[in-house]
Each structure stands twice: as structure tokens, then as C-alpha cells.
């Protein structure tokens, strides 16, 4: 899935905003994987995880269910590799 430039730029504050929810430990504790152990610079790692944003987002505008948690969760986990990645 190709995501526009500008949403992804918009997903980045969400993103740090979710970092400060502690029932939304996991986005830190994924920024903190990225840039420690996968040693991403701190803008590229907050740009995948907008990405994963953007696609749960996508599918959630999509299907007109709610947030699927699960699913985001389980996008960032497999970062850094996005879904189309994946595929390859």
C-alpha cells in the first residue's frame, strides 16, 4: 500500500502523542526497539511506525470498525518491515 507523503507526516504527531499514553506503552517501547536494537535514526523509526498508523487507520476508515489494537500492534512489532515487505 503506497501512503501519501503528507499522511504520513500527519501520523507522526499522533504517534508521539500515543507514546505519552500509558495504556499505549508498546509505541514507546517500539521506538525504543527501532532505534536501540535495529539502529534506526529516531525520524526513520517514527516515520515506519506512522506508516503502521496509517495503514490500521486506512483499514479501520475502510471496514467501519473500530481501531483494531491488535493490528497495530502487531505492525509495529514486525517493523522494521512494512506489510508490502513482507510480501516480497
Known amino acids: 500500500m503506497e501512503i501519501p507523503d503528507e ?3 500527519d501520523m ?5 502523542e500515543q507514546m505519552t499514553m500509558p495504556d499505549m ?11 536501540e536494537k535495529e539502529g ?19 483499514d479501520m476508515m475502510i471496514t467501519g470498525k473500530a481501531f483494531d489494537t491488535a493490528k497495530y500492534k502487531s505492525l509495529l512489532k514486525s517493523l522494521p518491515m512494512l506489510p508490502d515487505e513482507q510480501e516480497s
Open 25 to 35: 506503552a508498546y509505541v514507546a517501547d517500539c521506538l525504543q526497539r527501532l532505534t
Open 40 to 58: 534506526l535514526e529516531e525520524a526513520e523509526a517514527m516515520e515506519l511506525m506512522a506508516q503502521a498508523l496509517a495503514i490500521t487507520v486506512n
Open 12 to 16: 507522526i504527531p499522533a504517534v508521539r
Open 7 to 9: 499522511l504520513i507526516a
